[in-house]
T-cell receptor, first 112, second 110 residues
Framework: DTGVSQNPRHKITKRGQNVTFRCDPI?????LYWYRQTLGQGPEFLTY????????KSRLLSDRFSAERPKGSFSTLEIQRTEQGDSAMYLC??????????FGSGTRLTVV | RKEVEQDPGPFNVPEGATVAFNCTYS??????FFWYRQDCRKEPKLLMSVYSSGNEDGRFTAQLNRASQYISLLIRDSKLSDSATYLCVVDRGSQGNLIFGKGTKLSVKP
């Protein structure tokens, strides 16, 4: 399968716990993006990488959020001290610059 | 003004109908434009890119008016399988990332 892969598909966590999500992009794509989507809304931009460099972070990405893309391959998104408001679908996508994105299936986070 | 605004939904149409979605964007520096389709509880999937000259893919036609900062999607001969949420997507100019509208939900009924 050469698509974008995200793990886990679902995550239920207690408030205050830390969670980490992983994204494996399409190998030829040099750009990797993280978005968050809640019910009834379109995906909201969080951050993106070109190769291993994190080029932009949204104001939505509070200090509790951190993303990495070591070696310009897979990426991780960590949320520390989760809050109920963090419950959402976290989507990863990859692309070439100025091209449409290919999304992974997402990680659905539920904070209880 | 929101960066990308779409028609409020939902659109409920019978099979075979023609339906049009509209979208406006605020950043005149935007260079790339897309329509995405999202099925319930699934990831968005690229439906088509939108070019200034307009482009067609089977029953789907997309138009871009840069002067008015307006994008449209026309679906002819609607099928039950067209039922989904359609997302208007615009890039942020030089910053590179894409901005998604809230989406318009389409329900095609028999």
């Amino acid at each position: 399968d050469t698509g974008v892969s995200q793990n886990p598909r679902h995550k239920i966590t207690k408030r205050g716990q830390n969670v980490t999500f992983r994204c494996d992009p399409i190998s030829e794509h040099n750009r990797l993006y993280w978005y968050r989507q809640t019910l009834g809304q379109g995906p909201e931009f969080l951050t993106y990488f070109q190769n291993e460099a994190q080029l932009e972070k949204s104001r939505l990405l509070s200090d509790r959020f951190s993303a990495e893309r070591p070696k310009g391959s897979f990426s991780t998104l960590e949320i520390q001290r989760t809050e109920q408001g963090d419950s959402a679908m976290y989507l990863c996508a990859s692309s070439f610059p100025r091209r449409g994105y290919t999304f992974g299936s997402g990680t659905r986070l539920t904070v209880v | 003004r929101k960066e990308v605004e779409q028609d409020p939904g939902p659109f409920n149409v019978p099979e075979g109908a023609t339906v049009a979605f509209n979208c406006t964007y605020s950043n005149s520096a935007s260079q790339s434009f897309f329509w995405y389709r999202q099925d319930c509880r699934k990831e968005p999937k690229l439906l088509m890119s939108v070019y200034s000259s307009g482009n067609e893919d089977g029953r789907f036609t997309a138009q871009l008016n840069r002067a008015s900062q307006y994008i449209s999607l026309l679906i002819r001969d609607s099928k039950l399988s067209d039922s989904a949420t359609y997302l208007c997507v615009v890039d942020r100019g030089s910053q590179g990332n894409l901005i998604f509208g809230k989406g318009t939900k389409l329900s095609v009924k028999p």
